[in-house]
Each structure stands twice: as C-alpha cells, then as structure tokens.
C-alpha cells in the first residue's frame, strides 16, 4: 500500500467519524431543543413540589409549542425580569381567566384580581411566601414558555411524575377563599 492510499484510508476514516459525531450532536440539539430536556430546579419558591437543594427534572417542550399547557402544569420560563435566567412555577391562569391572588401574603390579606391578557399566563411558584412569581412581576408572555416540567430523575427518592397541584391548602388563601364565599 504506498503512502497516499494510507493516507487516504486514514482521512476517509476521520471524515466518517467526524460526521458521525456531528450527526449525534444535531439529533442531541434538535431533541433538546424541540422534544425533551432536563433542567435543575432549586430554591424555595416550588416547596414542597421540589426540594430546596434542587433536583434535575425531564420537561418537554411539543405542549408549549401547540399551546396545551393549562392551569396546574408546572412550567419552566425565561424570567421577564432578568432574560438569562430560567424560572420554574405553576401556571395559575390562562388568557382571559380572572385571577384573584394576596398581594402580599407575608404582612396582609389584600387582594387584587385581574384578567390575564391575551397572549399571557399568570404563573405562580408553590410556596407563595418565597416566591418572586406574577404576583411581582406580572402575567407572562406566552412566548417565554420554554417547556412543560412532567419527571423529577434525581435525586433518585424523588423519581417520578409531577402530577397535577392539589387542592389550595394555604391559609392566606383560605382567608379569599371564604370572603369570596360570604
């Protein structure tokens, strides 16, 4: 074999393995990017959904680009306030719903209500008492949606669905709730 075939041979073989490897970085950004990610979670604004030192989670991203993400579904956003961070929260209205929630539920039981603009969701984090949400800094655009969170993977105690958000147990919003009942 003379020294131009082996150094065809072995150029041939670095071409292939480069594509192979570029192939495989297109699929992982294109999968990543239009199907399912993983993103950390962490903080106190989703206790007790998530724990405070953070857990890696699976989220997709196909229901935000349809628009089937709802009330109740636990989403991560680009912040309105601060465009390279990621935030996760629970959207708690759709355009045109009427959102009634405690301005500040640390020091009163004051509440507004509002409808969330065309366009927009209202999201809120789970513990409402550490939470930088809609509450501060309005609804939403829709188009900060970055995907639907749907599986906790680490730590391995936490594995499994999300599920849906109970039923509201928080006392600041028992108080609404029974002024608006009276």
């Known amino acids: ?33 239009y199907l399912c990610s993983t993103a950390l979670v962490y903080g106190p604004s989703m206790l007790p959904t998530f724990n405070l030192s953070g857990e890696i989670v699976l989220l997709e991203s196909i229901s935000t680009r349809y628009g089937k993400v709802d009330s109740g579904d636990v989403v991560i ?6 465009p390279r961070k990621v935030i996760t929260k629970r959207i708690i209205g759709m355009e ?13 039981d004051r509440t507004e209500t509002l409808v969330v603009p065309k366009g927009h969701i209202w999201v809120e984090g789970d513990n409402i008492y550490s939470s930088n949400d809609s509450r501060n800094f ?21 594995f499994g669905s999300i599920g849906r958000r109970p039923q509201t147990v928080d006392p600041a919003l028992k108080v609404v709730e029974e002024l608006k009942n009276s």
């Not at 594509?19 to 297109?26: D, E, I, R, S």
């Not at 956003?77 to 601060?82: A, L, Q, Y």
Request: glycine share 6%; charged share 15%; proline share 7%.
């Open 1 to 33: 074999m003379s020294r131009f075939q082996q150094w065809a041979f072995i150029v041939k073989e670095a071409l292939d393995k480069s594509f192979l490897v570029a192939k495989f970085f297109c699929a992982v950004h294109v999968t990543s990017t």
């Open 77 to 82: 956003v680009r912040s309105p306030e601060n």
């Open 96 to 108: 045109g719903d009427s959102i009634t929630y405690v301005v500040d539920p640390i020091n009163s």
């Open 138 to 158: 309005g609804p939403v655009p829709y188009g900060l949606l970055q995907g639907k969170v749907f599986w906790k993977i680490w730590p391995a105690g936490a």
